[in-house]
């Protein structure tokens, strides 16, 4: 628009231009290069002239300039528009790179609590171990203890000896009291099987004849027939005759043979018992713990606790 009002005055300027009457001898041509002779409306219409070819030439130096910024603006438009479908595209990316973001937090999260619930149960198991480990370990010390005070304080050579010696003295004893007896007694024995002599004397002991009961098993343990029981037997009775130096002697020997009989709870109870009835209560405290830590769930156990707490 603004090109077609700028030709509309360029040609309205033209016709007046040549509708003027040029002066003689070229006067008043205002086509020339250097006009003179001019009348005050020809200087006029020259200057307006000169005017109009400055606001022709700057008319189209701004037509120029608006189809350069056009152009420019068409450009900016393109660049905006592709910059539009970039940031389309990348807020769609980012939109995707945050869900996964958000996804890989939560198994983060998730995985960090598991790992952390798993630590916390190691670590329990570890303290539990720990715990079962000391304990066993504490038992096996304590075990240890007592295999070693039996092997130094209970069945000592020298104890050994004099258990030998009490045997024989009692063998003798007993010979001397065969003797006394009629040749029949004597005979009976000895006419008896080793498995018959058993079976009597333990009808003896049930019966409470604990003086047979001794005499029968004491035939037994020189027939080398189940001696480690034998003792145990007449070891019984003298406890429950409440001689309790002689049943400990029995205990011992029984021991010594054989220490594991199924009867050994009960021979260890009895032991600690008659070492208490003998003011030996340091030995007493010893075979008590003994019976705790070897045969804790016995009937013997809850007897020695009971014994140790009223020490």
Avoid: W
Wanted: glycine share 2%; net charge positive; charged share 25%.
């Amino acid at each position: 628009m603004l090109k077609s009002l700028l030709a509309t005055l360029c040609v309205a300027s033209i016709s007046l231009l040549v509708a003027a009457e040029p002066s003689a001898f070229g006067a008043g041509n205002l086509d020339s290069p250097n006009p003179y002779g001019l009348t005050s409306s020809e200087q006029n219409v020259l200057k307006n002239k000169h005017a109009l070819k400055k606001v022709v030439l700057k008319s189209n130096n701004q037509a120029n300039e608006v189809d350069s910024i056009r152009e420019r603006i068409d450009g900016l438009q393109s660049i905006v528009e592709s910059l539009s479908r970039k940031s389309q595209y990348n807020k769609r990316s980012l939109g995707l790179l945050e869900e996964k973001a958000t996804k890989d937090l939560l198994n983060a999260d998730e995985y960090e609590k598991r790992l952390g619930q798993s630590v916390e149960l190691n670590s329990q198991l570890s303290e539990k171990n720990a715990q079962a480990i000391a304990k066993n370990l504490l038992l096996a010390q304590e075990l240890s203890k007592l295999i070693d005070t039996i092997n130094t304080t209970y069945v000592t050579k020298i104890e050994f000896n004099e258990l030998v010696n009490s045997v024989n003295e009692f063998k003798s004893l007993v010979a001397k009291e065969f003797k006394s007896k009629t040749k029949l007694k004597t005979s009976s024995l000895d006419k008896m099987t080793n498995g018959e002599v058993a079976d009597q004397a333990e009808a003896f002991y049930n019966k409470q004849y604990y003086t047979k009961g001794i005499e029968y098993y004491s035939h037994l343990i020189t027939k080398n027939y189940k001696p480690a029981n034998s003792h145990f037997m007449i070891g019984q009775m003298k406890f429950k005759r409440k001689n309790y130096s002689e049943a400990i002697s029995y205990y011992k020997k029984s021991t010594s043979l054989y220490s594991k009989a199924s009867y050994m709870p009960e021979l260890l109870l009895h032991t600690a018992i008659s070492m208490e009835k003998t003011n030996d209560k340091k030995n007493a405290k010893v075979f008590y713990n003994a019976i705790l830590v070897k045969y804790p769930n016995s009937t013997e156990a809850k007897r020695a606790k009971e014994n140790l707490l009223a020490l």
